[in-house]
């Protein structure tokens, strides 16, 4: 008996996430024009909170649930969608009026890399600079430290260690934008 390798766009995309599938027939202009938003269903909540579980809690056999905290109804959150499939999350709320917090970053495996986090990022970022916070902070895995330096955060020190064996990095960032000098010349 001889294999045959299937031909068919569905065959090919058989073993894919729906995140990969759904990325995989967009362009990349449909792509970029990707943005963040609240999530305002029902269901879209439920595929929000299913991400943020899949991506940070699942891999550490955590339970459902493990993925919220009580900080979640004073808390912004943001989410990037296509095609009814969340790729992306994250969340801030205020730790004090002068500071902020992102947590809970997630961006779905077979998306890391195309820029979404940082569409979530900068987006929970220009909700930080509304509320008037003098200073953003976070917690950075180890494999996310690179990402969030280049978005300039900086190393302020060691952060917690999550279930025993995740070690995070503190990091910060003043969420002023630069401002530009107007020499006249």
Request: proline share 6%; glycine share 8%.
């Amino acid at each position: 008996m001889e294999l045959t390798r299937p031909d068919t766009q569905a065959a090919r995309f058989a073993f894919l996430s729906p995140a990969a599938v759904v990325i995989a027939g967009m362009s990349r202009d449909q792509r970029n024009e990707l943005s963040a938003k609240e999530p305002a269903t029902g269901v879209e909540w439920d595929s929000y909170f299913d991400l943020r579980w899949r991506i940070l809690r699942k891999p550490w056999n955590q339970p459902h649930g493990s993925e919220r905290d009580s900080l979640e109804d004073k808390s912004f959150h943001l989410m990037i969608q296509a095609a009814a499939v969340t790729l992306a999350v994250g969340r801030l709320h205020l730790n004090s009026p002068e500071e902020a917090q992102v947590r809970y970053m997630a961006v779905d495996p077979a998306h890391q890399g195309s820029g979404l986090g940082r569409k979530i990022l900068q987006a929970l970022e220009n909700r930080a600079r509304s509320q008037g916070v003098k200073r953003i902070v976070l917690n950075s895995r180890a494999n996310a430290v690179g990402f969030y330096a280049r978005q300039g955060y900086e190393t302020i020190g060691p952060g917690e260690t999550l279930f025993g064996e995740i070690q995070h990095t503190k990091m910060c960032k003043d969420p002023t934008p630069p401002s530009v000098d107007k020499k006249s010349g």
